[in-house]
């Protein structure tokens, strides 16, 4: 059913590119964050409140050198395959880990960044079994990456059960993104017309599929409103924040978010554990907050059973490589106001 929407979404998104095109002076409707100030990592807050999942950034940052919109959309089953494939080889004799990242706002670089920085740490860090797939929305990825949409995940998901061994191996989603108080993350490429996701879709998305042992993380503001759907036997669920309060770090002018840096960058790069990485990064964001006189955010967890039993025979026989530098990416290609071919 999801697959004949998006194809209809995709059908109904041309015809309105057809329609909007002749009249590009009136830009689409769109709403930015608010520019962050000088801290470390940043101070800006990635709360929705000033962008809410229903917000969109303007028409005119789509690139001239990506295709059109709807070609952009019809390739994505091709570039989820294509993804899938370059893969790694499964270690065999011992769980693996499968992490995929997720990017929601492509209207920021901070979210990319994450994203696509968790290939080099995992790999470097934990060998062969670690294994990362990057969903992202960013005007400088729409060739090179799946965009990080709802379809996407699902049928990422669908692919890695067919590669995995689904009670064995150890699912991993990072999804970094705003998120509002209602507990909905941004999913935005305009002017694609992308389903946002809140606590009970992702929940839904993650229990039709046969993973066992699953790790989630939800990087982003009031994203302790995931925990309740998602908690569970065999997972663990880490967010940026409680329930009611904001994260911070994100913004134009910021490279990571405050949790990315503090359990990607800074605590996966002394342990292999993330229970110990979440126990350091809530430290090390508390004494960020203290410092900028910000309302704490208070990253929360929640501990399934079985699933650190999981997480410590995936560990077994592994001895982590050095740290790995984070490095911002490029930034994405300047706007234009041609969307032709």
Known sequence: M??????LLAFAAGVLLMLWLPNRSAPLPGAGMPTPSASAPATADSSASDASPTDAASGDDWPNTAPTPEQVLYAQPRMVRE???KLTPRVAGKPNLYVV???GDGGEDVFRNEAEYAAPLFAGRFGASAHTLALENNPA??????LASWSNLEDTLDGLAKVMQPDQDIL??????HGDEDHNLLVDMDPLPLDQ???PDLAGILAKRPFKWKVVVVNACYSGGFVPPLRGPGTLVLTAARTDRSSFGCGSDSDITYFGRAWLVDALNHTDNFVDAFKQASSEISQWERQDKLTPSEPQIDIGSGIENQLALWRKGITPGRAVAFAPVAPAPASTTSLSQ
Do not use: C, D, K, Q
Request: aromatic letters at 8%; hydrophobic letters at 50%; glycine letters at 4%.
């Open 141 to 146: 990825t729409l060739t090179t990456h799946p």
């Open 101 to 103: 990242t997720f990017a």
């Open 197 to 199: 996701i809140g606590a």
């Open 172 to 177: 991993m989603l990072y999804v970094t993104s």
């Open 83 to 85: 993804a899938l494939a």
């Open 2 to 7: 999801r697959t004949v929407l998006t194809a």
